[in-house]
C-alpha cells in the first residue's frame, strides 16, 4: 500500500549536515548526494508522519517564503530517484501526471527560493575507498577523520559515533 505522507530513508546512509546543505553518502548504492537548502527542508520533514501540503507550509515558514505543493513535489521527484525514500512512498512527478518543466512553471521562474536540487555522484573508487576503514582520530570538525586513512588514496572518512572507526566518505 503506497502511502501519502513520505518517509526519508535513514537506513545505510552516512548523513553530515552542515549550514545551508546535507551530504548523505547511502553505502547500499555507493553514491554521495548534496542536497542544497530546500531539498535538504523537505527531506528532514519527511517522516511519514505529515503530508505534501504540511511540508509545503512548515518549509515556507522555515525559509520565510510561500511555498507550493509543487515545489515539495518536485523536491520528492529527485529524493525518490536517488532511494532517499522508503519504498512504500512513491512521490515521482509521474504519479502527478506531470512533467519538471511543468512543475517549474507553476512554481514561477522568479520564485524567491531556490529550487530544491539533489546532485549525486556514483563513487567510482569503492573498491579502494572500502579498504579505508581503520582506527581513526576525531578534528575539530564534528564527525571528520583527523588523518587520511589511506595514504595511497588519500580517502576521507567519517568518523562512526561510538566505534573509532571511519566509514568511508568519497
Known sequence: MIKKQPLARTEGLIIQELPDEILV??????????????????????????????IAKL????LNASVKDEFVWLALDQLEKESLLEKETEFS????????????????????IALPIVTSLLNPMSAKAATCATPCTPTTVPGLCGTPLNPTTNCQAICVSGTGLCQPFP
Open 25 to 54: 553518502y547511502d553505502q547500499a548504492n555507493d553514491k554521495a548526494h548534496c542536497l542544497n537548502e530546500t531539498a535538504s527542508l523537505v527531506w528532514k520533514h519527511c517522516d511519514g508522519q505529515k503530508d505534501i501540503a504540511e
Open 59 to 62: 518549509v515556507g515558514k522555515e
Open 93 to 112: 512527478l509521474k504519479t502527478m501526471g506531470i512533467s519538471r518543466r511543468e512543475v517549474i512553471k507553476r512554481i514561477g521562474l522568479a520564485s524567491v
